[in-house]
């Protein structure tokens, strides 16, 4: 069992950065493949980024390759991602996941809102 808290959405012009921080729980933490999420209002939900469980190997969605960074710690049972040259269509709620299978997780976090304006 994994439990998921994400902190660090909020406002930002666009062009800033923000870094969302994922806190896990749960032994199982190391052992799992990590995801961050996002939906927008009336989009479906898409994988933005995902980890491996030694941070080894990375998926990142085409449009926020070379603005996103996923990174792991496992040592403290948390996940990043760090965004940065954010746009207006990165606006959408972010989810943090664990045991993912692809697209596909076993765990999720509420979510936390990510507002870009122009």
């Known amino acids: 069992q994994v439990q998921l808290a994400e902190s660090g959405g909020g406002l930002v012009q666009a062009g800033g950065s923000l870094r969302l921080s994922c806190a896990a729980s749960?032994?199982?933490?190391?052992?799992?493949?990590m995801a961050w999420f996002r939906q927008a209002p009336g989009k479906d939900r898409e994988r933005v980024a995902a980890i491996t469980q030694n941070g080894g190997s990375s998926y990142y969605l085409e449009s926020v390759k070379g603005r996103f960074t996923i990174s792991r710690d496992n040592a403290k049972n948390t996940v990043l991602l760090q965004m940065n040259r954010l746009k207006p269509e990165d606006t959408a709620v972010y989810y943090c996941?664990?045991?993912?299978?692809?697209?596909?997780?076993?765990?999720w976090g509420q979510g936390t809102q990510v507002t870009v304006s122009s």
């Open positions: 996941a664990a045991g993912c299978v692809i697209a596909r997780c076993s765990y």
């Open positions: 749960g032994r199982t933490f190391s052992s799992t493949t």
